[in-house]
């Protein structure tokens, strides 16, 4: 075919076949065809190699090659660089051949997010003398459970654990990790995450999977608990998250699920850059409000020292114990274990009693997972007020009396205060 001065192919006309119909230049785009002495002429610089002219003429007078099209290049399936990850893995805390509550909790978390993916539930689980704690790592939801049993291990130190957590992750390659947000859980999580060369997201409240691309959806407060963040991480595997005890739901122990156990090799680090001198048991000091399956949590506006004798019977009457908001702590009426929220504990007792608790977002994070809660305030439009299963809306010197006569009259053993 001839091209023009820019190179480009264009259409030619055949003068002995032409007619003269003029029909190619009624559909010539660019009006590079005209009629000299009743034939058509192509201006080979106007033309753009479209081809209209070659599809219109009636008698094949042009001469035009359109050009063939190439090939789609047929694209492999792309392989995902994750594909060898497999798994939720939950890293059980164990102590004095205990578990921790905390990572029953996420193993039924665990279970949930691994029905959508179709995928495993395992249990990572290093330790000394743990076989007990394997086994009821099975009954609360496990499929598997890698267990490295070494008395290297008896006591806590993040160097031994993080090589060992850091060598269970390396041979079994789980898509997601879930690790309680205790004091030990906080300190191991960074020093496994950062070997592994992962991200970590710390204290979520919610998790969640995005189905379409299998990313773990993290949820936790931030900007200093004002806003609700959904973070995930695309390019690095494990998807590694702490929670907070009490946040997810206890599971069930069913002690006659089957599961499999499995003895990982360890080798302890050689040189270590801390060792345990002495190890002094923590002494027993008040109630735990993370256990207390009531609670009457006093806020700001009930911080009055001399009405909390009044607050503690209310608590003993309902077989519970008495916590407060961080104002409170932070006036220095109450110890900071009886703080309640995102820098306090997280609780979940069977009811929540909130008393002049306004209902700030830092504290709601930390109770969120009460079964029952009644608000006492006199500010019907208070947060605490708004989510509430039954709300008392009223001066508290006035309503807690009442309540606690009236639970005195109820039940008799306990009337005019005794028992």
Same mark, same amino acid.
């Given at each position: 075919m001839p091209k023009n001065s820019k190179g480009r192919e264009v259409a030619q006309i055949i003068p002995s076949k032409c007619m003269g119909c003029q029909v190619c230049a009624g559909v010539c785009p660019v009006y590079a065809i005209d009629m000299v002495e009743g034939v058509a002429r192509i201006d080979p610089e106007t033309c753009v190699g479209c081809g209209k002219?070659?599809?219109?003429?009636?008698?094949? &007078?042009?001469?035009?090659?359109?050009?063939?099209?190439?090939? &789609?290049?047929?694209?492999?399936?792309?392989? #995902?660089?994750?594909?060898?990850?497999?798994g939720?893995?939950?890293?059980?805390? &164990?102590?004095?051949?205990?578990? @921790?509550?905390?990572?029953?909790?996420l193993i039924g978390k665990g279970r949930e997010l691994a029905d959508k993916l179709e995928t495993q539930v395992f249990g990572f689980l290093p330790g000394s003398g743990v076989s007990e704690v394997a086994k009821d790592a099975i009954a609360y939801g496990c499929d598997v459970v890698y267990v490295i049993d070494s008395? #290297?291990?008896?006591?806590?130190? $993040?160097q031994v654990y993080a090589k060992a957590m850091v060598t269970i992750c390396e041979q079994v390659k789980p898509e997601i990790l879930l690790m309680g947000a205790t004091p030990l859980g906080r300190d191991l999580s960074s020093a496994v995450a950062t070997p592994l060369g992962t991200g970590l997201t710390a204290d979520c409240t919610g998790l969640d999977i +995005?189905?379409?691309?299998?990313?773990l959806l993290m949820t936790r407060p931030t900007f200093g608990g004002n806003i609700m963040a959904t973070i995930f991480c695309r390019d690095h595997r494990p998807q590694m998250s702490t929670v907070r005890p009490r946040v997810m739901k206890m599971p069930?122990? +069913?002690?006659?699920?089957?599961?499999?156990?499995?003895?990982?090799?360890?080798?302890?680090?050689?040189?270590? #850059? @801390?060792?345990?001198i002495e190890f002094t048991p923590k002494v027993a000091g008040g109630e735990d409000i993370a256990k207390a399956p009531t609670l009457v949590v006093v806020?700001?506006?009930?911080?009055?020292?001399?009405?909390?004798?009044?607050?503690?019977?209310? &608590?003993?009457?309902?077989?519970?114990?008495?916590?407060?908001?961080?104002?409170?702590?932070?006036?220095?009426?109450?110890?900071?274990?009886?703080?309640?929220?995102?820098?306090?504990? $997280?609780?979940?007792?069977?009811?929540?009693?909130?008393?002049?608790?306004?209902?700030?977002?830092?504290?709601l994070v930390g109770m969120q997972g009460s079964e029952k809660i009644i608000a006492i305030n006199n500010d019907r439009r208070a947060p605490?007020?708004?989510i509430a299963d039954y709300a008392l809306v009223g001066d508290y010197v006035e309503i807690v009396p009442k309540l606690i006569e009236g639970l005195k009259a109820r039940i008799p053993s306990i009337k005019g205060g005794g028992g």
């Open positions: 002219c070659f599809d219109a003429c009636p008698v094949g &007078a042009i001469l035009f090659e359109k050009p063939r099209k190439k090939k &789609a290049e047929v694209k492999k399936e792309e392989i #995902s660089p994750f594909a060898d990850y497999k939720v893995a939950v890293f059980i805390e &164990a102590c004095d051949g205990v578990g @921790a509550e905390v990572s029953w909790e008395p #290297s291990l008896k006591t806590y130190l $993040t +995005d189905m379409k691309d299998r990313l069930l122990k +069913d002690n006659s699920r089957k599961g499999e156990i499995r003895h990982l090799e360890f080798e302890a680090p050689k040189e270590l #850059s @801390a060792r345990v806020g700001k506006g009930a911080c009055n020292v001399g009405n909390f004798p009044m607050f503690e019977e209310l &608590a003993r009457l309902l077989g519970g114990t008495f916590a407060c908001t961080r104002p409170v702590v932070e006036e220095g009426a109450l110890p900071y274990m009886r703080q309640v929220g995102q820098t306090g504990k $997280t609780v979940a007792p069977k009811i929540y009693i909130g008393i002049a608790v306004s209902g700030a977002v830092q504290h605490m007020v708004q």
